[in-house]
């Protein structure tokens, strides 16, 4: 429950809940036991989903460097897990219990990885400089 508000609060939407396919014994997962949540964001609250996470989430992760080029597939979307939730401005450290990890998915109809890349630095978002 702690999981769906937060993720309600960082997208603005209710998140689906995602079950197990199957049973999964070292993993103690039964099959249709919810393991995951998901959130698709389209229009304007994908754009302002996205203005948030470049100009406020990344500059608020510990010891952040940029992202790393590694980060996109050869299909051109990029994921970025996040260990903490706490780099959104929408949650308050004072009322969190536990931490949970999110990771983000931003698919792209650039079919290339430099096309998304060059997408991606268009939109602002801090890649590492090649050293």
């Not at 609060?9 to 099959?31: D, E, L, Y």
Request: contains cysteine; proline residues 5%; charged residues 25%.
């Amino acid at each position: 429950e702690t999981a769906e508000t937060v993720l309600t609060r960082i997208a603005g939407q209710r998140p689906v809940k995602t079950k197990a396919k199957v049973a999964i014994s070292n993993f103690k997962t039964r099959k249709g036991q919810v393991v995951g949540l998901k959130v698709t964001l389209r229009g304007q609250r994908m754009w302002d989903f996205t203005e948030r996470l470049v100009a406020t989430a990344f500059p608020r992760i510990r010891d952040f460097q940029g992202i790393q080029p590694t980060c996109m597939d050869q299909s051109g979307n990029f994921s970025y897990g996040f260990t903490e939730y706490l780099a959104f401005p929408e949650i308050r450290p004072d009322e969190v219990e536990r931490l949970h990890g999110v990771e983000v998915t931003i698919t792209t109809s650039a079919g290339t990885k430099e096309r998304g890349l060059a997408l991606l630095k268009a939109l602002g978002f801090p890649f590492r400089k090649a050293s």
